[in-house]
């Protein structure tokens, strides 16, 4: 079945730091890819997507390319915030339209 | 994207008793989801509300203990059966929606069980 890894957290940064969050998956075909932020006390929001080999998804100053050749959607941003400190979770959608998680990274950013 | 709310927000409930969350949609949607996160864990997939048919459940989850009502397009809910404290969580409603099915949460309920 499809499944999702994602590098181990928590990761500690400093400000304006550069950030790069790993995640590859294993799909048949060719999944949707996605990257969902979850704020303290808060639900699940999408931040990103790609649905197609070589798509770059951005928003709020994350991005992130889908890399087929790789199996690989890494999310990155050049200059973090305190504010962007949060849950990030990478997520695959199949053919059957179910997403699937990978475990979830803890970013904390320090003034 | 569509606007999800859910109720309760959050509960404290007693062990043995049920709860039922309602999860309501701004718009017509072909697809709803439940989920659950455990404290600590990522997010757990229980079934696929199939609106005018029962739920689609998976593997570890039973209609038993977690009964879904799907009337319409815009409204389902998820009822906690004979709850015991392993049963506290966030559980999540999402509305798949486009092309790609993107799906979108609501803000979850968070349940504690004593």
């Known amino acids: 079945g499809d499944s999702v890894t994602q590098m181990e957290g928590p990761v500690t940064l400093s400000e304006e730091a550069f950030l790069t969050i790993n995640c590859t998956y294993t799909?048949?075909?060719?999944?949707?890819l996605f990257w969902y932020v979850q704020y303290p006390g808060e639900g699940l929001q999408l931040l990103l997507k790609?649905?197609?080999?070589?798509d770059k998804g951005s928003n709020k100053g994350f991005e992130a390319t889908y890399r087929k050749e790789t199996t690989s959607f890494h999310l990155e941003k050049g200059s973090v915030q305190v504010s962007d400190s949060a849950v990030y979770f990478c997520?695959?959608?199949?053919?059957?339209?179910?997403?699937?998680f990978g475990k979830g990274i803890t970013l904390s950013v320090r003034p | 994207s569509a606007v999800i709310s859910q109720k309760p927000s959050r509960d404290i409930c007693q062990r043995g008793t049920s709860l039922t969350i309602q999860c309501q949609v701004d718009?017509?949607?072909?697809?709803m989801f439940w989920y659950r996160q455990q404290p600590g864990q990522s997010l757990t997939l229980i079934a696929t509300?199939?609106?005018?048919?029962?739920?689609?459940?998976e593997s570890g989850f039973v209609i038993d203990k977690f009964p879904i009502s799907r009337p319409n397009l815009t409204f389902s809910t998820l009822t906690v059966s004979n709850m015991s404290p392993e049963d506290s969580s966030i559980y999540l409603c999402?509305?798949?929606?486009?092309?790609?099915?993107?799906?979108?949460f609501g803000p979850g309920t968070r349940l504690t069980v004593l």
């Open positions: 999402s509305v798949g929606q486009g092309i790609s099915n993107t799906q979108y």
């Open positions: 799909a048949t075909g060719y999944p949707s």
């Open positions: 790609a649905t197609k080999a070589d």
């Open positions: 997520a695959i959608t199949g053919a059957n339209s179910k997403l699937t």
């Open positions: 718009s017509q949607v072909t697809m």
């Open positions: 509300a199939n609106q005018g048919s029962e739920a689609t459940y």
